[in-house]
């Protein structure tokens, strides 16, 4: 999962880095809130960690996944796409 001082990319304000993790009061129940900060737009969001998954909140790649990206958008993948049947492109790409 995610910890403070994560970074992160969140689909709606770009990078931004997780600054805490707070407990609320809500109605009578107490939730997790994830405190982002988005710099470059100058943001903080509270997202509830019951919303984390459904978000698109992830974490920034390695460089290692990177590379590989950068190659397979410069050459293509290893097995061209047009070899591979319907049901096992999924598992594969």
Known sequence: MFKVG?????????AGTIQD???KDVLGETHSYFILNFPLVDVKLMLPETKINDSGLRKVIEQSELDNLVDALQNGPEIPLLQVTSHV???IY
């Open 6 to 14: 994560d970074h992160v990319v969140y689909p709606y304000h770009g």
């Open 21 to 23: 993790i707070e407990e």
């Open 89 to 91: 492109r999924p598992k």
